[in-house]
């Protein structure tokens, strides 16, 4: 009779390899090297840290009119206080700036309708795609329903920052998709048209493509045929950051292997159908980091558009600092908006990475 | 041979072919991989295609649903010629399932999803309707229970069983397969090989790449030989095995089977 092979119980793992001693041990403390490096960012810590609390906080003015008024010796928040309204709204009008904020909590519900479970996701991806900017560019600009007529050049501040990375983001994100696949294309002048243009726009700074869009395309353009600088500046961006998007996109379609394209062929689906359904989303979730850097950095390089005379969050703050009332606070205003990229560029990071896990499906999810 | 394999080798003789190979040629670069392919399946034909790597077998398979180009002669699937009309290369490939050596399941959708996709955007079938004949050949490849679960949270011979049963959702004509074991572990190797069985003894028309001999032996109705891109040898399996006709054939045999 055959002996009965009976697999072995697993058993738990040593204790001194779980738990907290343990983490500290192996992340902290698990080499010579390791060890001094611990203690060296504690010290680093230490130098650094309690001043920087005393700076902004401690010794911090909160309250006040002018400069004269911070006499603590830390940070003059007071300016910050005073000006914040203009590094939100930029010259919007005050009485209106509420539609902004309306706009604004509209999209957050929108987006956060998401988490019930009764509603209907397609519907909900149409309104917002469809439905919200209409709603929104309305808001913003006013000209109907009695609201007053807001000029574009009137916008500015974080409002324009948001507004012009959300919608550089938005749209520069299905045409990068686009000539990323182009590139790839089998057809020669489709391939042509998309290779000129990715080239020809990374080989220009942004700052050339938005002065083009600001100053000299009006040149061009015959009399009486002008279009609202925002919106040039606004193209401009876009067709900037989706080449560097269609080049991200294209190393992910380069890294799905040859058998999901010859698996999806032999199945007799169109070339679309192959994309959008099996190559698009693989490709596009394996290239999610760099996807997101683009964001962020597009997001960042909008503050490039102080050049052609538009103020943004930064150049809002930029402003504030000649006020001669408020001479000398440089350091808190560039703490600020430093505060504030890192918020939002941070934000989109997190997102990012809770995004690919949510997307993780080569492991075993229990 | 059994009776019922007699019958369906003189139904075979009556029908016209579903394959045509004439005079096909292809090159990669200046290489000449597929030299004068002359050769005919018939309707519920099963061709096992072995070979030495490099002898041209999968790119000869590849060409029947245009996974490859060839450059000279025709091929005729169905009765339609495979040229750069795109229409008609969809209209056969919608006809034609292929199993891969690697198994090629997309990973980022279920098993299920798998199987309905294509039901569901060429053939345009209800979801609802695509879900219970994906679950039907779940079953019949033994693996219903893990239609939730992705790819990669399966072993490679579930993975390629659930790769023949995503090619039978199509309902195809004709089912290609080209090395679909190869990569299999050997235990795994039977419980894919047990479901190709059974797909022959329906009658499907297959012609598979393999080096299993065995499977080649019990349901194949001819065996073909290819070296240096042209067919050596194609005889019905038990001509093949006992009595080679090409000395290159019988080298091949007797390096396959003596080990």
Same mark, same amino acid.
């Not at chain 1, 002018?66 to 009485?95: H, N, R």
């Not at chain 2, 295609?49 to 790119?59: A, D, F, N, Q, R």
């Not at chain 2, 979801?127 to 949270?153: C, D, S, T």
């Not at chain 2, 419980?191 to 790449?209: F, I």
């Given at each position: 009779?055959?002996?009965?092979?009976?697999?072995?119980?697993?058993?738990?793992?040593?204790?001194?390899?779980?738990?907290?001693?343990?983490?500290?041990?192996?992340?902290?403390?698990?080499?010579?090297?390791?060890?001094?490096?611990?203690?060296?960012?504690?010290?680093?810590?230490?130098?650094?840290?309690?001043?920087?609390?005393?700076?902004?906080?401690?010794?911090?003015?909160?309250?006040?009119?002018?400069?004269?008024?911070?006499?603590?010796?830390?940070?003059?928040?007071?300016?910050?206080?005073?000006?914040?309204?203009?590094?939100?709204?930029?010259?919007?009008?005050?009485?209106?700036?509420?539609?902004?904020?309306?706009?604004?909590?509209?999209?957050?519900?929108?987006?956060?309708?998401?988490?019930?479970?009764?509603?209907?996701?397609?519907?909900?991806?149409?309104?917002?795609?469809?439905?919200?900017?209409?709603?929104?560019?309305?808001?913003?600009?006013?000209?109907?329903?009695?609201?007053?007529? %807001?000029?574009?050049? +009137?916008?500015?501040? #974080?409002? &324009?920052?948001?507004?012009?990375? !959300?919608?550089?983001?938005? $749209?520069? =994100?299905?045409?990068?998709?686009?000539?990323?696949?182009?590139?790839?294309?089998?057809?020669?002048?489709?391939?042509?048209?998309?290779?000129?243009?990715?080239?020809?726009?990374?080989?220009?700074?942004?700052?050339?493509?938005?002065?083009?869009?600001?100053?000299?395309?009006?040149?061009?353009?015959?009399?009486?045929?002008?279009?609202?600088?925002?919106?040039?500046?606004?193209?401009?961006?876009?067709?900037?950051?989706?080449?560097?998007?269609?080049?991200?996109?294209?190393?992910?379609?380069?890294?799905?292997?040859?058998?999901?394209?010859?698996?999806?062929?032999?199945?007799?689906?169109?070339?679309?159908?192959?994309? %959008?359904?099996?190559? +698009?989303?693989?490709? #596009?979730? &394996?290239?999610?980091?760099?996807? !997101?850097?683009?964001?962020? $950095?597009? =997001?960042?390089?909008?503050?490039?558009?102080?050049?052609?005379?538009?103020?943004?969050?930064?150049?809002?703050?930029?402003?504030?600092?000649?006020?001669?009332?408020?001479?000398?606070?440089?350091?808190?205003?560039?703490?600020?908006?430093?505060?504030?990229?890192?918020?939002?560029?941070?934000?989109?990071?997190?997102?990012?990475?809770?995004?690919?896990?949510?997307?993780?499906?080569?492991?075993?999810?229990? | 041979?059994?009776?019922?394999?007699?019958?369906?080798?003189?139904?075979?003789?009556?029908?016209?072919?579903?394959?045509?190979?004439?005079?096909?040629?292809?090159?990669?670069?200046?290489?000449?991989?597929?030299?004068?392919?002359?050769?005919?399946?018939?309707?519920?034909?099963?061709?096992?295609?072995?070979?030495?790597?490099?002898?041209?077998?999968?790119?000869?398979?590849?060409?029947?649903?245009?996974?490859?180009?060839?450059?000279?002669?025709?091929?005729?699937?169905?009765?339609?010629?495979?040229?750069?009309?795109?229409?008609?290369?969809?209209?056969?490939?919608?006809?034609?399932?292929?199993?891969?050596?690697?198994?090629?399941?997309?990973?980022?959708?279920?098993?299920?999803?798998?199987?309905?996709?294509?039901?569901?955007?060429?053939?345009?079938?209800?979801?609802?309707?695509?879900?219970?004949?994906?679950?039907?050949?779940?079953?019949?490849?033994?693996?219903?229970?893990?239609?939730?679960?992705?790819?990669?949270?399966?072993?490679?011979?579930?993975?390629?069983?659930?790769?023949?049963?995503?090619?039978?959702?199509?309902?195809?004509?004709?089912?290609?397969?080209?090395?679909?074991?190869?990569?299999?572990?050997?235990?795994?190797?039977?419980?894919?090989?047990?479901?190709?069985?059974?797909?022959?003894?329906?009658?499907?028309?297959?012609?598979?790449?393999?080096?299993?001999?065995?499977?080649?032996?019990?349901?194949?109705?001819?065996?073909?030989?290819?070296?240096?891109?042209?067919?050596?040898?194609?005889?019905?399996?038990?001509?093949?095995?006992?009595?080679?006709?090409?000395?290159?054939?019988?080298?091949?045999?007797?390096?396959?089977?003596?080990?």
């Amino acid at each position: 009779m055959a002996i009965i092979f009976k697999p072995s119980p697993s058993l738990p793992p040593p204790v001194a390899s779980v738990g907290a001693v343990a983490w500290v041990r192996q992340n902290l403390f698990s080499s010579p090297l390791n060890i001094f490096l611990t203690l060296f960012s504690l010290y680093l810590m230490y130098l650094l840290i309690p001043p920087i609390i005393e700076w902004g906080f401690i010794n911090a003015t909160w309250e006040g009119t002018s400069k004269a008024a911070c006499t603590g010796g830390g940070a003059c928040w007071a300016f910050i206080v005073v000006y914040f309204d203009q590094f939100m709204y930029g010259l919007y009008p005050e009485a209106e700036t509420w539609r902004i904020n309306l706009a604004v909590i509209l999209l957050i519900v929108m987006v956060g309708a998401f988490a019930i479970k009764t509603i209907n996701k397609l519907h909900l991806s149409l309104a917002i795609i469809f439905a919200y900017p209409v709603v929104a560019y309305f808001l913003f600009a006013g000209g109907i329903f009695g609201l007053e007529v %807001v000029e574009t050049s +009137l916008w500015g501040g #974080l409002f &324009l920052t948001v507004l012009l990375g !959300v919608i550089g983001i938005v $749209a520069s =994100f299905p045409l990068g998709v686009v000539l990323a696949l182009g590139r790839r294309s089998d057809m020669p002048i489709a391939r042509s048209v998309c290779v000129v243009f990715i080239e020809t726009i990374r080989a220009v700074p942004l700052i050339t493509i938005l002065f083009m869009a600001s100053v000299m395309i009006p040149l061009f353009l015959p009399e009486g045929l002008n279009f609202n600088k925002l919106l040039r500046v606004l193209i401009g961006i876009t067709l900037f950051s989706a080449a560097y998007m269609a080049e991200v996109v294209r190393g992910g379609l380069q890294a799905i292997p040859k058998g999901q394209y010859e698996a999806a062929d032999a199945m007799g689906l169109t070339y679309w159908q192959s994309m %959008v359904l099996v190559i +698009l989303p693989q490709a #596009l979730k &394996l290239v999610i980091p760099g996807i !997101v850097n683009s964001f962020i $950095a597009l =997001f960042k390089d909008t503050t490039l558009v102080y050049i052609v005379g538009m103020f943004d969050f930064l150049g809002r703050i930029q402003a504030a600092n000649h006020d001669a009332n408020w001479l000398g606070t440089t350091v808190e205003g560039y703490a600020f908006a430093g505060f504030v990229y890192w918020a939002i560029c941070f934000g989109m990071s997190r997102y990012s990475m809770a995004l690919e896990r949510k997307l993780e499906t080569g492991h075993k999810r229990n | 041979m059994t009776d019922t394999n007699m019958a369906r080798a003189q139904l075979a003789q009556g029908e016209e072919a579903i394959i045509e190979f004439n005079d096909v040629n292809k090159w990669y670069g200046d290489f000449h991989v597929l030299k004068n392919i002359n050769f005919s399946i018939k309707k519920g034909e099963r061709i096992v295609v072995c070979g030495p790597s490099g002898s041209g077998k999968s790119t000869m398979i590849r060409c029947i649903n245009r996974l490859e180009e060839h450059q000279k002669g025709s091929i005729l699937v169905d009765g339609v010629e495979m040229n750069n009309n795109l229409k008609n290369i969809e209209a056969i490939r919608k006809d034609v399932g292929m199993v891969f050596q690697h198994f090629n399941l997309f990973p980022h959708l279920t098993i299920l999803e798998n199987l309905t996709l294509a039901p569901i955007w060429v053939r345009k079938t209800p979801k609802k309707e695509a879900e219970e004949m994906a679950m039907h050949y779940l079953e019949r490849v033994k693996i219903a229970n893990q239609a939730l679960k992705f790819p990669g949270q399966l072993s490679g011979g579930q993975q390629q069983r659930v790769a023949i049963a995503r090619g039978l959702c199509m309902q195809p004509r004709i089912m290609l397969f080209d090395e679909p074991t190869s990569a299999l572990d050997p235990e795994m190797i039977k419980e894919v090989l047990d479901v190709m069985v059974q797909l022959a003894e329906e009658g499907m028309t297959m012609v598979c790449v393999t080096h299993e001999m065995g499977f080649a032996k019990t349901v194949a109705d001819r065996v073909v030989f290819m070296d240096a891109g042209e067919i050596v040898e194609a005889n019905e399996p038990h001509e093949f095995f006992d009595n080679p006709q090409h000395d290159r054939t019988q080298m091949f045999l007797s390096q396959i089977l003596n080990h």
